[in-house]
Nanobody, 128 residues
Framework: QVQLVESGGGLVQAGGSLTLSCAASGRTFSWDVMGWFRQAPGKEREFVAA???????????YYADSVKGRFTISRDNAKNTVYLQMNSLKPEDTAVYYC??????????????????WGQGTQVTVSS
């Protein structure tokens, strides 16, 4: 069965860094778009970042304006794992972070409806 397992969430001070990992299993995700979303209490699920593979060593990344320059998404296809390195964290980054996989590789990669599989979510809390 398909499963996305997230790890690395926790508590960090503002200005600090945190790296999330998402280990995928049950299928090969190499040609899927892998994305990160987040949802804070009372807010809609928000796009954070996405990454696609162009073959070989070619990757394409996409970021929300709110995290551009601070967050970095990467993937290791051999390990079926995607990462989100978060630097210069702010209290407004506090949310449950979700890993997701889009198997159709279409669209703008920013809408939750584009993604077929989701992780359980992991809490990231940034203190001031």
């Amino acid at each position: 069965q398909v499963q996305l397992v997230e790890s690395g969430g926790g508590l960090v001070q503002a200005g600090g860094s945190l790296t999330l990992s998402c280990a995928a299993s049950g299928r090969t995700f190499s040609w899927d778009v892998m994305g990160w979303f987040r949802q804070a209490p009372g807010k809609e699920r928000e796009f954070v970042a996405a990454i696609s593979w162009g073959g070989g060593s070619t990757y394409y990344t996409y970021y929300a304006d709110s995290v551009k320059g601070r967050f970095t998404i990467s993937r290791d296809n051999a390990k079926n794992t995607v990462y989100l390195q978060m630097n210069s964290l702010k209290p407004e980054d506090t949310a449950v972070y979700y890993c997701a996989a889009d198997t159709t590789v279409t669209g703008w990669h920013r809408r939750p409806s584009e993604y077929d599989y989701w992780g359980q979510g992991t809490q990231v809390t940034v203190s001031s």
